[in-house]
């Protein structure tokens, strides 16, 4: 799968040490910057070109990162055929609150994005995350298909025809 990469100062550091991880599941990355750390750099500025190479099809999915991951994700949304979820730490349902914990899976969400929102962008958190959870959810994310339920796919459409 072709991916695009793309980050602020917020995850600088962190998505180039993601990158060759990403890389060895077999993944082409396609990194759109920046070149250098500049602290004062411009979310939207940065995170343009991966949605932009995302909405275009030039890459099947796209990878983000900043400090929250949050801003990010709403600079990459605005493009029209890109759905962006952003994950900045583990999650922890309240259906599985009081139920065994080897049954828990605090990358849910992750899964849920794919699976239902057949989410195209993923934002990650540069400061709530550290480089293991990173890697654990770009893994599920990846590997999670979408579920191809009619109902998911109608609500998709829908968000992809918004303007």
């Not at 990403?22 to 750099?41: A, Q, R, T």
């Not at 796209?62 to 605005?78: D, F, K, P, T």
């Amino acid at each position: 799968m072709r991916i695009a990469l793309s980050t602020d100062h917020g995850g600088y550091e962190a998505l180039r040490a993601l990158k060759p991880y990403i890389e060895s599941l077999g993944h082409e990355c396609v990194y759109l910057g920046p070149k250098i750390l500049n602290m004062d750099d411009d979310y939207p500025d940065l995170i343009a070109p991966a949605a932009k190479a995302v909405a275009s099809g030039d890459c099947q999915r796209g990878i983000i990162l900043g400090v929250s991951g949050q801003g990010e994700a709403m600079a990459a949304n605005r493009f029209k055929g890109v759905r962006c979820a952003v994950f900045y730490s583990q999650a922890v349902s309240k259906t599985n609150a009081g139920a065994d914990q080897s049954d828990h899976n605090p990358f849910e969400v992750i899964e849920l994005s794919r699976k239902h929102n057949d989410a195209n962008m993923l934002s990650l958190s540069g400061r709530f995350l550290d480089s293991e959870d990173m890697k654990t959810a770009v893994k599920i994310w990846l590997e999670t298909p979408f579920s191809g339920e009619e109902r998911h796919a109608r609500r998709n459409h829908k968000l992809d025809e918004l303007n």
